[in-house]
């Protein structure tokens, strides 16, 4: 029988989640990707160059847990200024793998913040050290909430240090941090959140380092989400010559993650990563071994994220009835 079309808009997701059931269910994504288990077509790209937009395609199907997704994402720099629209718009079609029917559309802004918080904790827990318990983060967006949540429930976080262009963001964070219960400062520069923490996370949209060598010591973990285009970084190149590098997939990292800078000069290449973080989900290669390592992890988001995290969300809505539901499409 045709099933019923939901609907779910941003005001019908924000807050429909907690963190702690995504951790897992990331795990879970990367494990299957890492035991051969998951379709993860490469990205593809649609370009508008004469309105300065780009639309990302992101298909993933994980066959154990029945789940399939397409997300649709664009970047559109003009948007705020000529149309009072966000830069990106995302939007997940969730399928259902035995009839190939979408069941759910849904705004995938918060599912997206969701996923990318989660993958920070879960390359925390698979690397950082255990004794690890001040959080630094540089860059208090949109993202930054997320990062604190999931990190928060990753290691045992006593102090959280937080930085950003627009200092009342890094106060804001700050606050949310304190309101948990932890000690929590917004600092002036960078570099004392980067000399003060033990986990890093960079959320910036920088296109030029913005961490230094220098300020890193010995036995860190550093997450960096922001980096998601060709010419973007957040970290000196220097910190990956001597780190533990640890990306969520070669291909779309050497193209659009931390390490794209390096590898378009031929300053790295694959042979600087240790692993994917996939590897290390399923086993197939240890976290961390010594307390000395820097590790680091590149993230560029991978669609078997967004796949997991988007059908918790549909499961939370059949459940509680939320947004709107419609006939199929093609009745
Ligand atoms: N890896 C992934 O899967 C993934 C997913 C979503 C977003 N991102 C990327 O993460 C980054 C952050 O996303 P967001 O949605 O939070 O963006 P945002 O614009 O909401 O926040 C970015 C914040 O960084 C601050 N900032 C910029 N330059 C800085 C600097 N030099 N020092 C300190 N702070 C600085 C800005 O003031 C802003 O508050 C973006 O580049 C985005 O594309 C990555």
């Not at 702690?20 to 795990?27: A, F, G, K, Y």
């Not at 004469?50 to 395609?57: A, D, K, Q, Y």
């Not at 649709?72 to 969730?94: E, F, K, Q, S, Y």
């Not at 399928?95 to 920070?120: F, K, L």
Request: aromatic fraction near 6%.
């Amino acid at each position: 029988m045709a099933r019923k079309l939901r609907i779910l808009r941003a005001s019908d997701l924000n807050g429909t989640l907690d963190m702690r059931d995504v951790l897992p269910l990331i795990e879970q994504a990367f494990f299957e990707r890492g035991m051969g288990r998951t379709e993860m077509p490469p990205k593809s790209y649609l370009h508008f160059p004469s309105h300065e937009g780009v639309l990302l395609i992101m298909p993933g199907s994980l066959p154990q847990m029945d789940e399939a997704a397409v997300k649709l994402i664009n970047v559109h720099t003009r948007n705020p200024v000529d149309h009072g629209l966000p830069t990106l718009i995302a939007t997940i079609v969730l399928i259902s793998p035995d009839t190939g029917e979408p069941v759910c559309i849904m705004d995938g802004t918060y599912v997206t913040g969701m996923r990318t918080g989660a993958v920070s904790g879960v390359a925390t827990k698979l690397l950082a050290r255990k004794a690890s318990r001040v959080l630094g983060i540089v860059g208090a967006g949109f993202q930054g909430p997320f990062q604190l949540e999931a990190v928060r429930h990753s290691m045992p976080v006593e102090e959280v240090l937080v930085t950003d262009l627009v200092p009342e963001r890094a106060r804001n964070l700050a606050q949310m941090a304190e309101g948990f219960g932890l000690a929590a400062r917004a600092c002036e520069t960078v570099e004392e959140v980067v000399r003060g923490c033990d986990v890093l996370v960079t959320a910036t949209p920088s296109d030029r380092p913005i961490v230094r060598d220098e300020w890193v010591r010995e036995g860190m973990h550093i997450n960096c989400v922001g980096t998601y285009a060709k010419g973007k970084q957040e970290i000196d190149p220097a910190i990956l010559k001597r780190s533990i590098v640890v990306v969520d997939d070669w291909t779309q990292a050497s193209h659009a993650g931390e390490i794209n800078v390096p590898v378009s000069r031929n300053e790295f290449d694959r042979s600087g990563v240790y692993a994917e973080l996939p590897e290390v989900a399923a086993g197939l290669k240890p976290g961390r071994t010594d307390d000395r390592d820097i590790t680091v992890f590149d993230t560029t988001g991978l669609a078997i994220q967004d796949v997991v995290t988007a059908w918790k969300a549909f499961e939370v809505a059949e459940r509680e009835n939320l947004g709107s539901v419609i006939d199929p499409l093609y009745t």
